[in-house]
């Protein structure tokens, strides 16, 4: 029975964390970090580093495609768990995982913006 609890919980945990953004934004942003960013295997430092990109490096969001235009995405935000300031965006291309999307507080800051050519 305590078993059965303790992973009602962290299923509870795990998906109140993961959440789709309400909004769709353009599929493809850019890092707008000067120290780069990098891709880990689950949102959280805690994740696995699976490479590393350069500011102004393209990457592809993944998440819901939005029906009628193949340029936009519901993204796959999840905040972190140590710092409330903080989400992880999960992306598709250069290579899958999740990276560092914003830090909010007191100066917010968007480690990717949307791409324009």
Do not use: C
């Not at 109140?16 to 780069?36: I, S």
């Not at 699976?50 to 905040?79: I, W």
């Not at 990276?99 to 949307?114: E, I, N, Q, W």
């Amino acid at each position: 029975m305590q078993r059965l609890l303790i992973r009602a919980v962290f299923v509870f945990l795990l998906t109140a964390t993961l959440a789709f953004a309400d909004e769709p934004v353009t599929r493809l942003h850019k890092v707008n970090a000067p120290v780069g960013l990098i891709i880990r295997s689950k949102p959280g430092t805690d994740g696995k580093r699976l490479g590393s990109l350069e500011e102004g490096a393209k990457v592809t969001l993944a998440g819901k495609a939005v029906a009628g235009d193949k340029n936009q995405v519901v993204p796959v935000v999840s905040k972190d768990a140590q710092d409330p300031d903080a989400s992880w965006i999960q992306i598709s291309a250069p290579k899958a995982g999740y990276v560092l999307y914003r830090v909010g507080g007191a100066a917010p800051y968007d480690y990717l913006v949307p791409y324009s050519k």
